[in-house]
């Protein structure tokens, strides 16, 4: 717990020092000023994270987190648990969705086996984190222990930290766990906070009736895990996942090297709104890749005021989404070094 507080405290606000420079250069580029709109500004926050008006792209990584999850005995999910431990297998083959993005994009997946409820042998180019094999269900008391919670946050610390040691300079969010958006729509609901109803969707593509189910499941969830919930630690680990935590450890440590982080959808939001309430400033360190087409993405924005770079209707995770935005971020970057300025090319600025 210790080592937790030593890296909130280590993480400083984004600061405003260099925000004129680059925005003078960003002006001085030959195109009306603004014309770029949103790469401009992520341009922008890119150097104001990287703390530099000469930003530069190193390696770019997404971590896809894998977890099993308890809550799935309410037949919460469209899909049964084994699944999980298949999609990691088809992701180290290198035939996922988010394998075929991360290769367009330029990244490399790596996958986390943080709680997957099956031992892997005999499976090579698993990153092996594993807290235990899935977490307990949240209908009938709390996910995991405190110190599980702090244990799966430590492993996405570490892996951010060891990143930026290779040299990554972007960082993206992924996941897979069936069951998963129950316990992230547990996690909106409490730390938002906001109406179960309201950020609880069909996940994998439930029934009608099942989605009934699901929300009556979040509510019993809360309600048993009342007087575990008063912080956000304790919240995750009364209501969450191991490979949530994993995320929002991963952002806690990129942010503590100050690394920009890609969230991806749904679940990785969750994750992110848990690092956030641990630490105001990290809201700062992210760009938010896309908004799912799970229901209860967009009132997470419009509550949490963030902006989505895509809307593509997606709702798989994996880091899919993080890794098309990864395209966009660097194209931004390229446009801020590489495009020509009106005092270099001679061009006439307007009257």
Known sequence: MEFLKQVIHSIPPIGDELRTEIQTHLDDLTKPHGSLGRLEEIAMKYCMITQTSMPKLGK??????????GVTDEGISAYPKAVTSQMVKNMLEGAAAINVLARHSGAEVCVVDIGVDDEFKGV???IGRKIRRGTDNIAQGPAMT????VRALRVGIDLARSAYDEGVSLIGTGDM?????????ALFAALLPCEVEKIT???????????????AVIRRALEVNRTSIPEPIETLAALGGFEIA?????????????????????ISSAGALVACRMCESIKDYLFFSHCSNEKGHKTF??????????????????????????????ASIKIYNEMATFSSAGVDTKN
């Open 177 to 185: 766990g069936i069951g998963n958006t129950t316990p992230s729509s």
């Open 60 to 69: 770019k990584k997404i971590f896809t987190f894998a977890a099993d999850h």
């Open 301 to 330: 924005f419009s509550i949490f005021d963030a902006w989505p770079m895509l809307d593509l209707n997606m709702r798989l995770g994996e880091g899919t989404g993080a890794a098309l935005a990864m395209n966009i971020i660097e």
């Open 146 to 149: 405190q110190s599980e919670a």
């Open 201 to 215: 969707g069909k996940g994998t593509g439930i029934s009608d009736s099942a989605l009934l189910n699901k929300i």
């Open 246 to 266: 994993g995320i929002a450890g991963l952002i806690l440590g990129a942010a503590s090297k100050r690394v920009p982080v890609v969230v991806d959808g749904f």
């Open 124 to 126: 090579s180019g698993l």
